[in-house]
């Protein structure tokens, strides 16, 4: 990873714009819309240290290199981080290909090498994203504190939020009843439900791109990940870093039953067909099972 990543809130938050013509208008329409107060420098008022004190980052946007330097120098003297448009040699930070849902932030970064290819696959990534998205995130952010009341394990809170984000409260956010969303959302929390945990078999004997999308899903949700030791490191980079690693070995049928007893979601990487004898050990132990096969090639 060449750069991190990171996202600035933006509420209650000064940004600065220096600069004029189409470049400094693209950085207006980029923020427009953003709960951020929007300060807009041009002329030599980008060159005062001071116009830049407070904000939490700015972007100098220009065609002018001599404009551009000066107003960088004068955001670092105010101790903000800059972006300087085109000019990565004179950049903090880089700006991304955003894709923009409210409470949901895509961001695609090359770093500065390339925008036109971050920009492309920005168009890819993006029919993938619904519109509705960003009111899903809000209900739950605005549910976050109840959730949390009600599900203080965090292993039984992330298998409830797994199961509400697929369920009825999601779907009602997503078409904008957001009075009817919460309503559904507390109703699963009184419900005292537990989550069905289960193994996931993700059967990826071939590169990367041959996962199916259930495959990748499954990876990105599982909170066990167990990996045979031929499995493919582009397969197991797409489970989540923070998720427990269990050897081979040590995935009994008893222990794997224990750990979806609790409402956890194993997912279990093999680069062959899965094993019959630890199929029917598995299925005696009442352990859900889904197998995940690779695409056609």
């Known amino acids: 990873m060449d750069a991190f990543p990171a996202f600035f809130p933006l509420s209650g938050r000064k940004v600065v714009i220096a600069g004029s013509g189409e470049p400094a208008e693209a950085k207006l329409r980029l923020l427009e819309g953003s709960p951020a107060r929007i300060v807009h420098l041009q002329g030599d008022e980008a060159a005062d240290p001071t116009a830049y004190a407070g904000a939490a980052l700015a972007f100098v946007a220009s065609t002018d290199d001599d404009f551009a ?150 990876l990105a949700a599982a909170d066990v990940l167990i990996a045979e030791a031929d499995a493919d490191p582009a397969v197991l980079s797409l489970a989540r870093r923070d998720a427990e690693r269990l050897a081979p070995a040590d995935a009994s049928a008893q222990r794997l039953a224990e750990l979806t007893r609790a409402g956890l979601v194993v997912a279990w990487v093999t680069t062959g067909p899965p094993d019959r004898a630890q199929l029917a050990a598995l299925e005696a132990a009442c352990v859900t099972v889904d197998i995940l096969p690779t695409a056609a090639p």
């Open 69 to 218: 330097q000066v107003a960088a120098a004068a955001a670092r003297a105010a101790h903000v981080p800059v972006n300087v448009v085109d000019r990565p040699q004179l950049c903090d930070f880089t700006t991304p290909a955003v894709i923009d849902r409210g409470e949901v932030v895509a961001a695609i970064g090359t770093g500065g090498a390339s925008p036109m290819l971050a920009t492309m696959l920005r168009a890819d990534i993006e029919q993938r994203v619904p519109e509705g998205a960003g009111r899903v995130a809000a209900l739950f952010r605005q549910m976050q504190d109840e959730v949390r009341a009600a599900r203080p394990q965090l292993h039984e809170r992330r298998s409830f939020l797994r199961e509400a984000l697929a369920g009825p409260a999601a779907a009602a956010a997503m078409v904008g009843d957001m009075d009817g969303a919460a309503r559904l959302l507390r109703e699963a929390l009184a419900s005292g439900v537990a989550a069905q945990g289960r193994v996931r078999i993700v059967v990826a004997g071939g590169p990367v791109d041959l996962l199916t999308l259930r495959a990748v899903r499954a």
